[in-house]
């Protein structure tokens, strides 16, 4: 009697466990962990991957299983990103089926119509003439549409995105929302996008021909740097290395990172090993792509929101054949599968946007770690101002240390001067967020001919409206946040997270005054304020609002050209831009970043200093700072003042060794919400009973989101905390145990190493 084989399966639905199904002896030799398998569930048919083969005897095998559809012969994932990928699941307590939904190539959908072998992985021949569908975003004002009606959250969550992108691909969109194209013609209807038919762009990040450069001859510093990553790489590759090996790289910004990073790819390549690059934001680092592909030719894959499914599944076949061994992309360039996988290099390692905030909600650098572990692999930080995460690791004897301590080409850095705005009055404009030193300094900068960049962390013309007859604030109906003024798209109020959206009130709803005051400045008013301060030089924007995809790219090579004087931005100005002309920068507003509420406010307001202060005097022309603040005191700011990032770290550490917050804690998140507001509360409490009956483990909670309500739902917080990360996650499995049974309506969401407190 011959055994029989069964097959669990991840599947792509919210639930923990695998599935298991009967295999029909036709898949026997196709039966691996890392295949994908075509099952029946519930009444549809489902891709999901085999996590595991088991024989069974013939008399269990007539247990009556459900048996798999197809196997499929390509794409699998390579084991040991499956295994990885396994793991991930399991730290986050993360369904496994979404797990490896991240690291799968895309498919057009997953349901059971595409499920037909040639059209769920199209060939990728003649991608690139085809005309493609393109969906864009129109104004109100253009559209003339009077009221916004409440929107679907699925319809305000498209429209988010592709407003944050200027416009994106309808298959693109696909890959987010599978109801995609009902939903935008939806929004195409009520006139807030427009879907067009567009030639299909070429890749911007290969349009231009970039010639070889050398490698210049390493500092001192770089050279200890490389020299003992290259060690490490010789290890891996012999086969020695039994486990991950993880270094800081922490240099002043201009210190040459990039370099080392180059040299350490260019040594895992000539050993056979296959390297993956995370950076922030792909579409805000094109000067590093030219730098990789100046440095190694075309032959690097990447990865970036601009690609058509099928780019990108092309993409993913020649990494998985081995035919590419570099890729270079933001936090889901993790999941690619590289061959031979030895080097991981995570950029701007302290960056917030390397946490994933939806679905499967990882940290990118933490899985980085956790994926060389498991490929004994080294992973490379860098940062000019670490995360204490990334730091404790150092003290820990978990990471290893290199300090890059001056600037490459040995330029000073800028000097960073504050401007005290309770004893500073207003410039010319009148408006004390241009003071008038700073008004002085840009007058000089502009006479030398020279490029400034003003950094302001609110978009929009003015954050809020209020009426000056009753001092009610327009807020939006659905979230409890006040509107934005936006000018430049057509007078709007705009909610920052809904994206609901009415024109601007011309009386006041509650007591019918007409007299409504715009407060406070965003970065569309410090443009129009500039340029008429100005008038002769030329002023551009870079935030969410001018878009993150091309139309940033775009912006970021005029002011390489020199063909802007002033750029004016949120935290997007302040990424490693290399633009040896700027030589003056500007923080508007120091405290802004400084006050939201969250035990990291005070490190990521310090790192956002930092760092656009290290945008300045990049060339050989000096630079300046000139820091805004009404706070002159406040460490961070003192400690920006001197680029004193070890000091800082130090007294940052103790206070959060005090407080016992990470990295001396583990926190778990939980976020409750429901549209009645008494139901939420209800299963918050009652979560929270079961939470602390677990031992060790300290439950605080539950509580009123900051946002209270956010797209008419209101909102919950347990957080627990522990020293023990297996306490910790006692308490969350049994939170999710007992979510299984609260109220239908109510959602509950874990977070396992919150970043976000909102
Ligand atoms: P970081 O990534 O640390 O901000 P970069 O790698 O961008 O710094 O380096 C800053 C500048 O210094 C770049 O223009 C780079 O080409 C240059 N540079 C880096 N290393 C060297 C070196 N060893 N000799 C000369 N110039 C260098
Ligand atoms: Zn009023
Ligand atoms: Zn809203």
């Known amino acids: 009697m011959s055994a029989a084989l069964l097959v669990l399966v991840a599947l792509p639905v919210p639930l923990f466990t695998a599935f298991s199904y009967d295999l029909p002896s036709a898949f026997a030799s196709l039966a691996q962990p890392g295949r994908l398998v075509v099952c029946p569930f519930r009444s549809k048919r489902l891709l999901g991957v085999i996590t595991e083969v088991r024989s069974v005897e013939a008399s269990d095998a007539a247990i009556r299983r459900k048996k798999v559809i197809r196997v499929l012969s390509e794409p699998s994932l390579p084991e040991d990103l499956f295994l990885f990928l396994r793991e991930l699941a399991g730290y986050y307590l993360a369904p496994i089926g979404e797990a490896m939904r991240l690291a799968l190539p895309p498919t057009e959908r997953w349901t059971e119509t595409l499920l037909e072998e040639p059209t769920l992985f199209p060939t990728t021949a003649g991608i690139a003439q085809r005309k493609i569908a393109f969906v864009v975003p129109c104004t109100v004002g253009a559209s003339g549409a009077s009221t916004v009606q409440a929107l679907t959250k699925v319809q305000a969550a498209l429209l988010a995105r592709v407003r944050g992108l200027g416009g994106a691909p309808l298959a693109a969109l696909t890959q987010t929302f599978s109801s995609a194209r009902t939903v935008a013609a939806r929004l195409a209807e009520l006139g807030l996008v427009q879907i067009e038919q567009r030639e299909k762009a070429a890749d911007p990040f290969f349009s231009e021909a970039v010639a070889k450069d050398t490698a210049p001859t390493l500092t001192q510093d770089q050279a200890h740097a490389v020299a003992r990553a290259t060690d490490i790489l010789t290890r891996v590759a012999s086969g020695e290395q039994r486990t991950g090996a993880t270094m800081l790289l922490r240099g002043v910004t201009g210190s040459g990172k990039t370099e080392v990073y180059l040299r350490a790819?260019?040594?895992?390549?000539?050993?056979?090993?296959?390297?993956?690059?995370?950076?922030?934001?792909?579409?805000?680092?094109?000067?590093?792509?030219?730098?990789?592909?100046?440095?190694?030719?075309?032959?690097?894959?990447?990865?970036?929101?601009?690609?058509?499914?099928?780019?990108?599944?092309?993409?993913?076949?020649?990494?998985?054949?081995?035919?590419?061994?570099?890729?270079?992309?933001?936090?889901?360039?993790?999941?690619?599968?590289?061959?031979?996988?030895?080097?991981?290099?995570?950029?701007?390692?302290?960056?917030?946007?390397?946490?994933?905030?939806?679905?499967?909600?990882?940290?990118?650098?933490?899985?980085?770690?956790?994926?060389?572990?498991?490929?004994?692999?080294?992973?490379?930080?860098?940062?000019?101002?670490?995360?204490?995460?990334?730091?404790?690791?150092?003290?820990?004897?978990?990471?290893?240390?290199?300090?890059?301590?001056?600037?490459?080409?040995?330029?000073?850095?800028?000097?960073?001067e504050l401007v005290d705005l309770r004893r500073t009055g207003a410039g010319p404009s009148g408006d004390k967020r241009i003071s008038l030193p700073l008004h002085r300094a840009i007058e000089q900068t502009l006479a030398k001919n020279e490029q400034a960049i003003l950094f302001l962390n609110r978009r929009g013309f003015a954050p809020s409206a209020r009426c000056e007859g009753c001092g009610v604030l327009a807020e939006c109906p659905y979230c409890a946040v006040s509107l934005t003024f936006h000018k430049r798209d057509g007078a709007v109020l705009r909610c920052h997270y809904c994206d609901y959206q009415m024109p601007m009130l011309t009386q006041c709803k509650a007591c019918a005054s007409t007299d409504i005051a715009l407060e406070g400045v965003g970065t569309e008013k410090l443009e129009e304020t500039l340029a008429q301060l100005f008038p002769a030089a030329k002023i551009a924007r870079l935030d969410r609002d001018v878009g993150s995809g091309k139309a940033a790219h775009r912006i970021l090579e005029r002011m390489q050209r020199r063909e802007i004087d002033i750029l004016v931005g949120t935290q997007m100005v302040a990424k490693g831009h290399d633009l040896p002309q700027v030589t003056l920068v500007g923080v508007i507003n120091a405290d802004a970043a400084l006050s939201i509420p969250d035990f990291r406010a005070s490190e990521r307001g310090f790192h956002l200093m930092v760092q656009v202060a290290g945008r300045a005097g990049r060339g050989d022309l000096g630079g300046r700072v000139l820091i805004q603040t009404y706070d002159t005191k406040h460490p961070a700011v003192v400690a920006a003042q001197t680029h004193d990032v070890l000091s800082f770290t130090e007294l940052e550490l103790r206070a959060r060794k005090e407080l016992g917050y990470p990295p001396f804690s583990r926190l778990a998140l939980v976020r409750i919400d429901a549209l009645d507001e008494s139901k939420a509360l209800a299963s918050a409490h009652r979560l929270a009973a079961v939470a602390r009956q677990t031992q060790g483990l300290e439950v605080m909670g539950p509580a009123p989101a900051p946002i209270v309500r956010l797209r008419n739902r209101f909102r919950f917080r347990i957080l627990l905390r522990s020293p023990s990360r297996t306490d910790l996650r006692k308490g969350a499995r049994a939170i999710l145990a007992a979510g299984l049974t609260i109220p239908s309506g109510v959602s509950v969401v874990v977070d396992i190493d919150p970043a976000s407190f909102l």
Request: charged residues 25%; glycine residues 6%.
């Open 265 to 416: 790819i260019a040594d895992a390549r000539a050993k056979g090993l296959g390297v993956i690059v995370l950076v922030p934001e792909i579409a805000l680092t094109p000067q590093l792509v030219q730098r990789f592909r100046a440095r190694f030719g075309d032959d690097v894959a990447v990865l970036h929101s601009a690609l058509t499914p099928k780019e990108r599944l092309l993409m993913w076949k020649r990494l998985r054949a081995g035919e590419l061994d570099v890729v270079i992309g933001a936090r889901s360039a993790l999941f690619a599968p590289v061959l031979r996988l030895g080097l991981l290099i995570v950029d701007e390692e302290h960056d917030p946007s390397f946490k994933q905030e939806e679905g499967v909600r990882y940290q990118a650098r933490d899985m980085a770690i956790l994926r060389a572990h498991r490929a004994s692999a080294l992973v490379l930080l860098g940062s000019a101002t670490p995360s204490l995460e990334a730091i404790h690791l150092t003290r820990e004897g978990k990471a290893e240390l290199c300090v890059l301590s001056t600037r490459a080409r040995a330029q000073a850095l800028p000097k960073v």
